[in-house]
């Protein structure tokens, strides 16, 4: 498997406020990796360094084999990497096909695998909502909108920030089934989460983050059998 996204020695400021401690992990082509933490934890900051949102003072992210680091984050979206951040940025005064046609372009090699008939095929949900202005979904159809409309920017990676964050136990289950459909087109995904549950049945491999730094990297079942590092970094 070749290596989509490579993180190294990732140091980021807010002010002279330092978040991030050297943090450092890759994501290979078509894996599912869960950023587990608790809030605050540095996840979110994690993704925007990757999307070019919080600019890292030193260290490296490379996408595709590009040095991206300190890049605009338009020059990082046109090199493959697709965002979709924690409070969804959908355009509510336009309909569900208009918000997956304004996404659509294709990807950096000019993949053009994503088309809004395989987004209603692969995710059947949305379909009879096509025509429903995007401010009256959900915030569970809010969520799937905004994975799908970055999926017709035909991304080599995705970053999904904290995709369950305040919806509700049965909509979560939805959303993770949205991306378990997902996992089986090959997508290379990155979530940040500190709903650990939620990713058990999404993610292989799981990256847990804590006061900026990377403390523990493990398989799924790795992590299920090891009672200590969920107890310490990840109980709410």
């Keep these: 498997m070749s290596i989509v996204l490579k993180v190294e020695d990732l140091d980021v400021f807010y002010g002279t406020s330092q978040i991030l401690f050297g943090v450092g992990f890759q994501v290979e082509r078509g894996e ?6 608790r809030n605050g934890a540095g996840k979110s900051t994690t993704m925007k360094a990757i999307a070019g949102l919080a600019p890292p ?27 979709v951040p924690e409070d969804r940025q959908i355009f509510p005064e336009h309909s569900v096909e208009d918000n997956l046609s304004i996404g659509h372009k294709k990807g950096p090699e000019g993949q053009d695998d994503w088309s809004i008939a395989r987004v209603y095929e692969v995710f059947p949900l949305l379909a009879p909502l096509r025509h429903r202005m995007a401010g009256r979904l959900s915030g569970g159809e809010q969520q799937m909108l905004a994975i799908a409309r970055t999926l017709m920017g035909n991304p080599t990676a995705i970053l999904l ?20 459909e997902l996992r089986t087109t090959g997508a290379t ?5 500190q709903n650990m549950h939620f990713c058990l049945g999404l993610a ?32 709410l």
């Design 189 to 193: 995904v990155l979530i940040a989460e």
């Design 32 to 37: 599912t990796v869960a950023l587990l933490g």
């Design 204 to 235: 292989s491999r799981v990256i847990v983050i804590d006061k900026g730094q990377i403390v523990y990297a493990a398989s799924i079942a790795e992590l299920k059998a090891n009672e200590d590092v969920r107890q310490r970094y990840l109980a």
């Design 161 to 180: 920030d904290e995709p369950s964050e305040g919806l509700a136990p049965i909509v979560v289950q939805r959303i993770g089934a949205f991306l378990r």
């Design 57 to 83: 003072r030193r260290g490296r992210v490379e996408l595709r084999g590009h040095d991206v680091a300190g890049r605009k984050p338009h020059i990082i979206a046109r090199l493959g990497l697709g965002f």
